[in-house]
């Protein structure tokens, strides 16, 4: 499974779980919020890891930047499309 597909499974559980849904916003006011968010979803049982998170959203962005006008620098800028983390607390 990858990890933009584990991500919506989480988000999923999450929205169902008030309790659940607190202790995810809480990761975010640790040291390390993504450390923390991944040690979350891993409690749950989904394997994700910082790298993962970082490095599928750097390909989520490349993919769309090659797809946009020949993926040349005159590409549109694509804000924010690249961060799977921001992403997953903006549905909650």
Do not use: H, W
């Not at 169902?16 to 409690?43: G, H, I, M, V, Y």
């Not at 490349?62 to 903006?90: H, I, Q, V, W």
């Amino acid at each position: 499974m990858e990890i933009a597909e584990m991500l919506d499974e989480i988000k999923q559980i999450v929205q169902k779980d008030a309790r659940l849904r607190e202790d995810f916003l809480r990761t975010r006011e640790q040291k390390n919020p993504l450390s923390a968010f991944c040690a979350k979803c891993r409690e749950l049982g989904y394997p994700v890891y910082e790298m993962d998170v970082i490095a599928a959203g750097e390909e989520s962005y490349a993919a769309m930047k090659r797809s946009t006008n020949g993926g040349g620098e005159n590409s549109p800028m694509l804000e924010a499309e690249d961060d799977f983390y921001e992403l997953f607390f903006a549905g909650l």
